[in-house]
């Protein structure tokens, strides 16, 4: 019989959020606490695709509304998991505006049924494909994550979706495909952001290749067992827990494997500020602020916790990074 050993950013079953109880939202409601609206950069990442492929074989009917059908997993952290209304109604999305509230506000104006993503470089399979055809809807699972801000504020989110790695691999990246890029969806008369230059629209954002296999990259489509709000990245989103927010892009709709390092938005836009990298690190200061702790979402307003290195999850990925400067390296 396999017995799978809890790793330092696992906890015992019993430590989970029963489903039952963390889906009455009457329940996550009333243990909500006040929200400290402050805001500095963007955190959570923000987040359309021409040629014809044929697609990988059915993968299920996609929810768009409602409950999602999933397994648990071991991948979990002992801390609380952040009420619903926090994970829902604070918000980076800078398509729909640079408030905390204003994605819940405004992001129900993009539509997300139907959707595809554009797949292109360096793969065997590439094109446009349906989502369903992307990610297979039948074979779900939920990872409770930490998500750490470079504003220094965190959260704990339970996520469902599968696997990057599983996705990436179905398209059969060849040995050019050295770095992953993804773009945000972009519509300008639906995402009224968009009209400002706060940024270069789209949103881009990349990851090594092997960062992007790593067992921990996830793409979500679903959090706290129901499918993705729009302001949380609807349809579909990048989850990289080790890395700043703003590297788990939201909305995507392109895909492309390139063998160079790739743009990034908030590199672009202050690269002394943000690197490609962004791994979570308390030793590396913002240019305006530190990183040493984080201000905890959702519940106390003044609690805070001491940031862990790679955000709690070295073991899974501190060999990626071996014998690089983390510090010039951000």
């Not at 409602?66 to 997993?73: I, Q």
């Not at 554009?118 to 992307?134: I, N, S």
């Not at 968009?194 to 090594?208: F, I, K, S």
């Not at 092997?210 to 349809?235: K, R, T």
Request: aromatic share 12%; proline share 6%.
């Amino acid at each position: 019989m396999f017995i799978r050993k809890n790793r330092p950013w696992q906890s015992r079953e019993a430590d989970v959020t029963p489903k039952g109880l963390y889906l009455n939202r009457r329940s996550i409601i009333a243990s909500g606490g006040a929200l400290a609206l402050t805001g500095l950069a963007g955190c959570e990442a923000q987040s359309g695709g021409s040629s014809t492929a044929q697609a990988p074989a059915a993968t299920g009917t996609r929810p768009t509304s409602g409950a999602l059908d999933y397994r648990a997993t071991d991948y979990t952290v002992a801390d609380p998991q952040t009420p619903y209304p926090a994970v829902t109604g604070y918000n980076n999305f800078y398509e729909f505006g640079i408030g905390k509230d204003e994605p819940a506000r405004y992001a129900g104006a993009m539509t997300t049924d139907p959707w595809s993503i554009e797949v292109e470089g360096h793969a065997g399979r590439t094109g446009r494909f349906a989502l369903e055809d992307v990610v297979d809807f039948t074979n779900l699972e939920e990872r409770i994550y930490r998500l750490r801000c470079v504003e220094a504020w965190s959260m704990v989110v339970p996520w469902v979706g599968v696997p990057l790695s599983r996705v990436l691999a179905s398209f059969e990246p060849t040995s050019d495909a050295r770095y992953i890029q993804f773009e945000t969806h972009l519509d300008r008369d639906e995402m009224r952001g968009t009209r400002y230059r706060v940024l270069d629209w789209p949103y881009v954002e990349g990851l090594r290749m092997d960062e992007a296999m790593n067992e921990l990259a996830f793409l979500a489509v679903g959090l706290y067992g129901e499918v993705l709000p729009n302001q949380n990245g609807a349809p579909v989103r990048l989850v990289v827990p080790w890395k700043y927010g703003y590297k788990s892009i939201k909305s995507i709709s392109r895909i492309r494997f390139v063998s160079e390092q790739p743009d990034t938005s908030w590199n672009l836009s202050a690269p002394h500020e943000y690197g490609f990298y962004s791994n979570v690190n308390p030793n590396r200061a913002h240019p305006r602020w530190s990183q040493s702790s984080e201000r905890v979402i959702g519940g106390n307003v003044f609690a805070r916790r001491d940031t862990e290195m790679f955000n709690g999850y070295s073991e899974q990925v501190a060999h990626m990074y071996a014998g690089m400067d983390l510090i010039e390296n951000h």
